[in-house]
């Protein structure tokens, strides 16, 4: 029994539920997540947690002290999270052709949280390949002197550089030596190729031994360039780093560099990818991330998603602080840190048929965050979906604007994944018009630059059949800036 679980929540009942109402939501989760129709791989652990919240609550005497444990004194009831959930639909008609169910949420820390900054654990992992030479490596090292003047004394620093292979240039250490450190970074020369792996586990193996219960693990990797037959490697690292809470920031400076593989490898970690046009654009850039790196409260965020028979999920995407698809486990959705001031707003779409009349629920929604310092209050919040099914439904109702909103942004930034799509696919024609209709929608949202960008590559691609990797990036990290502004999705 443990007094920060909530079993009334896991079985779905109120805390005033009787025995009768306990055994029968029991008996009906327990049908869902034991039957042999059933092929969602965290099942068994869900019912594990079923089977849990009913040992307890089936016995007086167990729920008896499992409720005085949850109001004694020093306890705190209230969430480090807040939630909001609107949806697209209050009523669903009872057929068995699937309807759409849109869910928009907004997962924010709760607003009464300590403001005092979490101790930041870094490593920069650098490429000093030849072609970085000039511009770019410069403003790089300046970047990293501006980044190590900022540090607390229980800040960790390492910096590890790669090209051919890897090296440790500052072993990762709390308290550093600011100006040695800056010297140190000032030595940076170029020369090499780009072997990125190697970089990576140094730098994982830098910042595990600064690790602790309370640090924020973070990675910045740039580079410029590709690297060449460890891109598994890569991914693989990616994976364990972000099961042990360290994410990337993953940075591609040019045109000449595998964006599929900084996105898969960021998107893995719970981080972010980044498009860097202009060397001039560095130093603000490892700015920015290290100053969110300060707002972070909730190590690492995590998504549950519990739908019931008849509902599944299509697809999901993060839409602020930037678009991206959401990589979905089994039942859950890896969303990396959050902070301060910067919510993550995400958009589920549902697939719900064959349910039957009457108020059903539809999908209980579950956020989970490590919150360092707050063992007193309760780390997850979650909400619970439900609509009016029946065979004569009102489907006159508006969607609600929010979601209107992030569809049509949402409609942009897919239709960008299919242009590329359809080039990798010799569908030049496709790409080309797709392109051309992007730019157009673009252009009545206001952005003129990217849709300029779209339009000049769609005439490229109708001239020389391919578009330019720097049109290319643009035109991929612009769509995904396409993010809503908060106040879009806000209640009244």
């Known amino acids: 029994m443990r007094a920060d679980k909530d079993y009334y929540g896991v079985l779905g009942i109120p805390e005033t539920a009787t025995d009768d109402e306990i055994r029968n939501a029991y008996r009906a989760l327990a049908r869902r997540y034991q039957s042999d129709a059933n092929h969602d791989p965290d099942a068994s652990e869900r019912f594990r947690e079923v089977q849990e919240a009913y040992e307890t609550l089936n016995n007086p005497a167990q729920r008896q002290k499992y409720n005085q444990q949850r109001t004694q004194p020093g306890r705190d009831q209230s969430s480090t999270l807040n939630l909001r959930a609107i949806a697209s639909h209050k009523n669903l008609a009872t057929m068995p052709e699937e309807q759409a169910y849109y869910v928009l949420l907004e997962a924010t820390p709760a607003g009464d949280l300590p403001s005092s900054r979490l101790p930041m654990n870094l490593c920069l992992v650098l490429d000093r390949s030849t072609s970085m030479q000039g511009m770019r490596l410069q403003q790089v090292k300046e970047a990293t002197r501006q980044i190590i003047d900022k540090l607390q004394p229980d800040d960790a620093l390492s910096l590890v550089v790669f090209s051919d292979r890897a090296e440790v240039l500052l072993p990762g250490q709390r308290n550093i030596d600011k100006a040695m450190a800056k010297s140190v970074a000032s030595t940076i020369q170029p020369s090499g190729g780009t072997e990125m792996l190697q970089g990576l586990s140094a730098g994982l193996k830098e910042v595990g031994r600064n690790k602790s219960d309370t640090s924020v693990n973070h990675i910045i990797l740039l580079t410029d360039g590709q690297t060449y037959g460890d891109e598994q490697g890569c991914l693989e690292q990616s994976d364990w780093a972000g099961l042990h809470q360290i994410s990337l920031s993953t940075m591609g400076i040019g045109s000449d560099w595998n964006e599929d593989l900084l996105d898969q490898m960021a998107a893995r970690s719970g981080g972010t990818s980044t498009y860097i046009d202009s060397p001039r654009k560095v130093i603000d850039i490892f700015k920015d991330t290290v100053r969110n790196l300060g707002t972070v409260v909730a190590r690492e965020l995590v998504l549950t ?188």
């Not at 301060?340 to 956020?367: A, H, Y």
């Open 305 to 492: 998603l519990d739908p019931s028979p008849g509902v599944r999920l299509e697809e999901g995407f993060q839409i602020t602080p930037h678009i991206r698809r959401l990589e979905v486990r089994g039942t859950k959705v890896a969303l990396g840190p959050l902070g301060t001031g910067q919510g993550k707003s995400l958009l589920m779409e549902f697939r719900v048929q064959n349910l039957p009349s009457g108020d059903q629920r539809l999908v209980r929604i579950t956020i989970e965050g490590d919150v360092p310092g707050q063992a007193n209050r309760r780390s997850w919040e979650w909400v619970e979906l439900t609509a009016h099914v029946s065979e004569t439904p009102n489907l006159s109702v508006e969607i609600p604007p929010p979601i209107i909103t992030v569809l049509g942004k949402l409609a942009i930034f897919k239709m960008q994944e299919k242009a590329m799509a359809d080039l990798e696919a010799g569908e030049i024609g496709t790409a080309t018009q797709r392109l051309e209709t992007m730019a157009t929608r673009l252009l009545n949202l206001g952005e003129t630059d990217l849709a300029r960008a779209a339009l000049l590559e769609a005439g490229r691609l109708a001239r020389t059949g391919d578009l330019s990797a720097e049109g290319r990036k643009k035109i991929r990290y612009g769509t995904r800036a396409l993010s809503i502004l908060p106040k879009e999705i806000h209640h009244d």
